[in-house]
């Protein structure tokens, strides 16, 4: 796997992406049909500006992604020290060999250690998502909260909660005093 900052030359790939990985259900809050070129293209372009966006490549078929993750800061002042929007996600057919949390370890190092500006890394996954869950606690994420009946789970057609995470970068130039999560 070989995994590097991802440009507007994958957008079609990332496409490709993210429309496997929706056809399976509860991966994604997107349906596949409502994963489309100018959704990408958005995420990538907000990314590229002001936030972060780590791709993993096939080394067998340098066509093929295999991973992603990205996130961004939502554009407002007050919230300049946070990137958002985090999503994260590996093929169908690489999920279970340690591909995501390698990605996501990238990531998060990546801002640890070239973004002193970003203070904190905030994330929402369904509260039937053990396991995703348990993998962002284990890379240091702590559960803020719970917004009940924020989604409707596509498979069961129950209304569930989000699970609010966040991750403190632990070289962030704060100027005040440090929060505690």
């Known amino acids: 796997m070989h995994y590097r900052t991802a440009d507007e030359s994958d957008i079609p790939r990332l496409v490709k ?3 496997a990985v929706a056809r399976i259900p509860g991966y994604l809050a997107r349906l596949e049909q409502e994963i489309t070129e100018e959704y990408v293209s958005d995420f990538v372009h907000k990314s590229l500006k002001a936030g972060l966006i780590i791709v993993g490549e096939n080394e067998i ?3 093929e992604l295999i991973a992603e993750v990205h996130g961004y800061k939502p554009g407002l002042e ?3 020290h946070v990137i958002g929007d985090v999503t994260f996600l590996v093929h169908p057919d690489h999920q279970g060999k340690g591909i995501g949390r390698t990605i996501f370890t990238i990531f998060l190092d990546e801002i640890a250690n070239n973004h002193p500006d970003v203070g904190k890394i905030e994330l ?3 509260e039937s998502n053990a396991r995703a869950i348990a993998l962002y606690q284990s890379l240091g994420f702590m559960i803020e909260g719970r917004m009940e009946m924020r989604f409707r789970n596509p498979q069961t057609g129950n209304y569930e909660a989000d699970i609010p995470l966040g991750w403190v970068n632990p070289n962030f130039e704060f100027d005040g005093d440090i929060p505690r999560l």
Request: proline letters at 8%.
């Open 17 to 19: 992406l993210y429309k």
């Open 61 to 63: 078929n340098p066509d």
């Open 78 to 80: 007050v919230f300049n």
């Open 124 to 126: 929402y996954t369904g």
